[in-house]
């Protein structure tokens, strides 16, 4: 299994004058999950190079044993350092795709072309494009069979309106999540805010907030995992 994760390169909260990122845990826990199930797992971004990590991802409060055995483990932290260029990304090298969030790529990905090559390439080979939280944001330019928009009348979750106004940023970002899915015509569900939920629509994973990252990893890696069952 060769997985691509796509992480932000936006640090700058809009005009909050705070920095945000990546939320680390979201990539910490799918992380783990690929690796622990032998996968080959490649980190790109948009500028390339040390994406911005959200600094309340690095709070002592927001760590958990995925966090801790990342900042521990000196390949992790070496390819996080150095992540490729989305823009040299070939999608046909890859079996899946998934974006961890945080609020950075409500800025960047959610307008990047080559993520938007990236998700429709492996959509339309039938390979797991996955998403968390924020992360759904890099689908909202991604059309599908048709030119319509790939979300269009599939089960879809991200991170919630009211999560968003419980943190205080509704005002801040560019789009809130769960409207976005919606206006697009995607079939938006939610948990109770801050509780794991993950969607699987065909070969479309989307998790609603850190909570569910692990469990859409999980979900990806049941998909990739089923052919060869079969076999």
């Given at each position: 299994?060769?997985?691509?994760?796509?992480?932000?390169?936006?640090?700058q909260?809009?005009?909050?004058?705070?920095?945000?990122?990546?939320?680390?845990?979201?990539?910490?826990?799918?992380?783990?999950?690929?690796?622990?199930?032998?996968?080959?797992?490649?980190?790109?971004?948009?500028?390339?190079?040390?994406?911005?990590?959200?600094?309340?991802?690095?709070?002592?409060?927001?760590?958990?044993?995925a966090?801790?055995?990342?900042?521990?483990?000196?390949?992790?932290?070496?390819?996080?350092?150095?992540?490729?260029?989305?823009?040299?990304?070939?999608p046909?090298?890859?079996?899946?795709?998934?974006?961890?969030?945080?609020?950075?790529?409500?800025?960047?990905l959610?307008?990047d072309?080559?993520?938007r090559?990236?998700?429709?390439?492996?959509?339309?080979q039938?390979k797991?494009?996955?998403?968390v939280?924020?992360g759904?944001?890099?689908?909202?330019?991604?059309?599908?069979?048709?030119?319509?928009?790939?979300?269009r009348?599939?089960?879809?979750?991200?991170?919630?309106?009211?999560?968003?106004?419980?943190?205080?940023?509704?005002?801040?970002?560019?789009?809130?999540?769960?409207?976005?899915?919606?206006?697009?015509?995607?079939?938006?569900?939610?948990?109770?805010?801050?509780?794991?939920?993950?969607?699987?629509?065909?070969?479309?994973?989307?998790?609603?907030?850190?909570a569910?990252?692990?469990?859409?990893?999980?979900?990806v890696?049941?998909?990739?995992?089923?052919?060869a069952?079969?076999?």
């Amino acid at each position: 299994m060769n997985i691509l994760m796509v992480l932000t390169s936006h640090g700058q909260l809009g005009n909050t004058g705070k920095t945000t990122g990546l939320w680390l845990e979201e990539l910490a826990a799918p992380y783990y999950v690929f690796k622990d199930a032998k996968a080959e797992v490649t980190l790109a971004s948009p500028a390339g190079g040390k994406p911005p990590v959200d600094p309340n991802s690095e709070a002592p409060g927001s760590q958990t044993d995925a966090t801790r055995r990342f900042l521990a483990d000196g390949e992790a932290m070496q390819a996080l350092a150095r992540t490729h260029k989305l823009a040299d990304i070939d999608p046909e090298s890859f079996d899946a795709v998934f974006y961890p969030g945080g609020h950075g790529p409500l800025w960047d990905l959610a307008g990047d072309d080559a993520s938007r090559h990236v998700i429709e390439a492996l959509y339309a080979q039938g390979k797991p494009v996955a998403a968390v939280c924020h992360g759904v944001a890099a689908l909202r330019e991604a059309r599908g069979p048709f030119g319509l928009s790939l979300v269009r009348g599939k089960a879809v979750t991200g991170f919630a309106d009211s999560e968003e106004r419980a943190a205080g940023l509704a005002d801040a970002v560019p789009f809130l999540v769960e409207d976005m899915l919606k206006e697009a015509g995607g079939l938006y569900s939610k948990a109770a805010d801050w509780k794991a939920h993950v969607v699987t629509s065909g070969n479309l994973i989307t998790g609603q907030n850190p909570a569910s990252s692990a469990g859409a990893a999980k979900a990806v890696v049941q998909q990739l995992r089923r052919p060869a069952q079969a076999a």
